[in-house]
């Protein structure tokens, strides 16, 4: 059983990986504090401990702004936009991937399957469960 969990931890952290580099790099015409937030967000985009106080931090950033400016640029908030992207990743490897959900969730930056199911059936409209059934169905 560990063999396989930790089978499927590598297939999902080699998804995670190639996601990673498909990433569109920051629009060069974004003002300097939007792009340090989209580029730290690209690179730490599946660490659970992503949030948006932190990302601020790291960049350097007490600007209670930079929401507002991150979404006038990118067209989503900091947290949305981290969860869009996770929520992709995890679609797919629900999709193709057999690793458990769990596993799905941690890779993809949630901390346990209870947070990964409620965030998921929030911006999907379905649990993970019910998504990779449907999947299977097509």
């Known amino acids: ?21 498909s990433l569109t790099p920051p629009d060069p015409t974004w003002p300097v504090d939007v792009r340090a937030v989209a580029a730290y967000i690209h690179t730490n985009l599946f660490d659970e401990n992503l949030m948006v106080a932190r990302v601020k931090r790291e960049c350097g950033i007490g600007d209670n702004n930079i929401s507002g400016r991150f979404r006038y640029y990118v067209g989503q908030g900091i947290k949305e936009y981290i969860d869009s ?19 799905i969730a941690l890779e993809v930056g949630y901390p346990s399957h209870s947070a990964f199911a409620m965030s998921f059936k929030r911006r999907v409209g379905c649990t993970p469960a019910e998504f990779r059934i449907r999947c299977r169905e097509m």
């Open 1 to 21: 059983m560990h063999q396989i969990i930790q089978h499927g931890r590598l297939h999902a952290w080699n998804e995670c990986t190639n996601y990673q580099a």
């Open 85 to 103: 992207h996770r929520m992709d990743l995890a679609k797919r490897l629900l999709f193709c991937n057999g690793s458990t959900i769990l596993v």
